[in-house]
Nanobody, 133 residues
Framework: QVQLVESGGGLVRPGESLRLSCAAS????????FAWFRQIPGKEREGVSC???????????LYADSVKGRFTISRDNFKNAVYLQMNNLDPEDTGVYYC???????????????????????WGRGTQVTVSA
């Protein structure tokens, strides 16, 4: 059975960093597309970053404009885990972060010259990230 378990959230000050982990079981992280979503209070759930399966490319990633240059998504094949390195955190990054996976191979779609997060079949329960001075 596929299971995704997020960890690594917590309370940090603006400008500090966190690394979120998504431990996967029941699937090979190389063979699936992964994404991080977040639910910010008062806003719709949004895609943060995604990484395509190895079939596409190890560099097939997408980042929301709000996090580009600050966040990095990656995978560790031996640990069968996906990570989200979050640097220079801002209070507006506060929210619940969810890991999601899909058979892929693409973590995104492109329409009209714009990239969109794909649909995901598997979801974790989330981890809270709070950025506050």
């Amino acid at each position: 059975q596929v299971q995704l378990v997020e960890s690594g959230g917590g309370l940090v000050r603006p400008g500090e960093s966190l690394r979120l982990s998504c431990a996967a079981s029941g699937l090979d992280v190389d063979a699936f597309a992964f994404a991080w979503f977040r639910q910010i209070p008062g806003k719709e759930r949004e895609g943060v970053s995604c990484i395509s399966s190895i079939k596409v490319t190890e560099d097939g990633t997408l980042y929301a404009d709000s996090v580009k240059g600050r966040f990095t998504i990656s995978r560790d094949n031996f640990k069968n885990a996906v990570y989200l390195q979050m640097n220079n955190l801002d209070p507006e990054d506060t929210g619940v972060y969810y890991c999601a996976a899909d058979g892929g191979p693409y973590c995104m779609t492109t329409r009209g010259g714009r990239d969109y997060f794909a649909e995901y079949d598997y979801w974790g329960r989330g981890t809270q990230v709070t950025v506050s001075a």
